[in-house]
């Protein structure tokens, strides 16, 4: 298992591989704390690499992206359990980087064009504004940094998923990216690495998110889907930012003829909590 830290660390494993930079292969980009929902990743990363290529885990909590300090700081950081778990699932690979590495200057990492769906209004950029670009910037960095020919993105992060996939269309990036389904606890809750801040009471009320999407999928119109979401949630003690049913690839809604997506976010106690499903289902 290669355990890169530093620009320098990285340059030596470029070499090692006999290529003049970065580790080519297929990345799991990730801000650490891994739970089963990565690990599942992280397994279709080492399908899709193949016996011979590189299977690389980025673990790094990008600063640029939290619009709230103290949700960074309080972001799990856990990177010796995380190499045990990038290493049962067949990774071979740990890019592991300081903020120094990842941002040396302005210029090593712009921040590029936002792509439409990371700021149709009512969702993540109407709670967490300058999110994306925080994404986009670390996305771009490490994907520039890493030369990886494709990267592996979790539908749980849906609207992520799609400006991520737009950003690399339109900023014809050489690299393919790769979607990869929920991974659910028993109880139907996505995994998370924010879950382990729930309390029991946090987490039983949490369950009003899976419900609600259960609910939005069996109705055809996206209105009535939009109140089945907000009726199941209000018996809830969650705080609601938005429960909103949108085309799945714009974002825009409701969708007119194609493919839906019912999108949630909310707060249960101090933990932010977002999830989504196919709609209908
Ligand atoms: P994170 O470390 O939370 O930024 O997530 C890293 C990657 O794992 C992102 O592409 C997420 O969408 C994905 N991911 C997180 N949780 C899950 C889950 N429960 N199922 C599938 N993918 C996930």
Redesign the pocket.
């Known amino acids: 298992m290669l355990v890169i830290h530093t620009a320098r660390e990285l340059t030596q494993a470029a070499s090692s591989l006999g290529r003049t930079a970065g580790l080519g292969g297929v990345l799991v980009?990730?801000?650490?704390a891994l739970h089963d929902?990565?690990a599942?990743?992280i397994r279709r990363a080492a399908e899709l690499t193949g016996p011979r290529g590189v299977c690389a885990v980025s673990i790094f909590v990008n600063p640029t992206q939290f619009n709230d300090r103290t949700d960074f700081a309080r972001y799990p950081r856990t990177l010796e359990a995380d190499i045990a778990i990038c290493i049962a699932a067949g990774a071979n690979a740990i890019f592991a980087p300081d903020v120094a590495t990842m941002y040396p200057s302005p210029e090593a990492a712009p921040v590029p064009p936002l792509p439409a769906a990371a700021t149709q209004p009512g969702l993540e950029d109407a709670h967490r504004p300058g999110h994306f670009a925080g994404v986009c910037q670390v996305v771009l960095r490490l994907v520039r940094l890493l030369e990886s020919a494709q990267a592996i993105?979790?539908?749980?992060?849906w609207q992520?998923l799609r400006v991520v996939t737009a950003m690399s269309h339109e900023q014809r990036l050489p690299i393919k990216i790769v979607p990869?389904p929920?991974?659910r606890d028993p109880d139907g809750l996505?995994?998370?690495?924010r879950n382990r801040f729930l309390s029991t009471d946090e987490r039983a009320a949490a369950l009003a998110i899976p419900a609600a999407l259960r609910a939005a999928s069996v109705e055809r119109d996206p209105d009535r889907a939009e109140r089945a979401m907000r009726d199941t949630l209000a018996g809830s003690a969650l705080a609601v930012e938005y429960a909103v049913i949108r085309d799945a690839d714009t974002l825009v809604g409701p969708p007119r003829n194609g493919r839906g997506r019912a999108l949630i976010a909310a707060r249960s106690g101090r933990t932010r909590l977002i999830d989504n499903a196919a709609w209908p289902a």
């Open positions: 980009p990730t801000m650490g929902g990565h599942a990743l993105f979790g539908e749980k992060d992520q990869h929920t991974l996505a995994m998370s690495s």
